[in-house]
T-cell receptor
């Protein structure tokens, strides 16, 4: 099955700096890579996603890049703000059969220091 | 719209007790999921239901059963709880297998 590795597990940045979270996946057939943000005491919420036919996607201060050859994808948050503090999960979904079987990384706890 | 709702929010069980976690969604989604979240392990899929009337095992199904009661509701049952099932349980739903998953607020379960 799919294996998703995520690092770092914790990340502290000063407000206004950038944060980068990296993930690798094992199944070359995976074709959809969502990123979720989980605030304390809440369920995860989708913040951005990317499909395997796209190399980069941006939405205001967040961007995701995908390198299919290396099986890497990354989340970039620029101009970080205290409300960005949360746990972020990357995930990968198979491209065929069992579309529902999304595999998540272990999560990155991001702390933005005011 | 309430989205995805879960009950209860917190539960403490003794080893061997049984209980059912309830989940309901009001978004008319076809697919529903149960995950558990443990420190250092991320979210792991327990069971999912691709559509009303179907259920399938995920990554960690042992010790659990599920019922897709109707299109709105998907319950998770622990027949004989064990301390290893202490976790936070999340229910999620999506329009289909290839669509965004929406998560509920979670149930924190402790098994003593």
């Amino acid at each position: 099955g799919e294996n998703v590795e995520q690092h770092p597990s914790t990340l502290s940045v000063q407000e206004g700096d950038s944060a980068v979270i990296k993930c690798t996946y094992s199944d070359s057939a995976s074709n959809y890579f969502p990123w979720y943000k989980q605030e304390l005491g809440k369920g995860p919420q989708l913040i951005i996603d990317i499909r395997s036919n796209v190399g980069e996607k941006k939405d205001q201060r967040i961007a995701v890049t995908l390198n299919k050859t290396a099986k890497h994808f990354s989340l970039h948050i620029t101009e970080t703000q205290p409300e960005d503090s949360a746990v972020y999960f990357c995930a990968a979904r198979p491209g065929s059969g069992g579309y529902q079987k999304v595999t998540f990384g272990i999560g990155t706890k991001l702390q933005v220091i005011p | 719209n309430a989205g995805v709702t879960q009950t209860p929010k917190f539960q403490v069980l003794k080893t061997g007790q049984s209980m059912t976690l309830q989940c309901a969604q009001d978004m008319n989604h076809n697919s529903m999921y149960w995950y558990r979240q443990d420190p250092g392990m991320g979210l792991r899929l327990i069971y999912y239901s691709a559509s009303e009337g179907t259920t399938d095992k995920g990554e960690v199904p042992n010790g659990y059963n599920v019922s897709r009661l109707n299109k709105r509701e998907f319950s998770l049952r622990l027949e004989s709880a064990a301390p290893s099932q202490t976790s936070v349980y999340f229910c999620a739903s999506s329009e289909g297998g290839m669509a965004e998953q929406f998560f509920g607020p979670g149930t924190r379960l402790t098994v003593l």
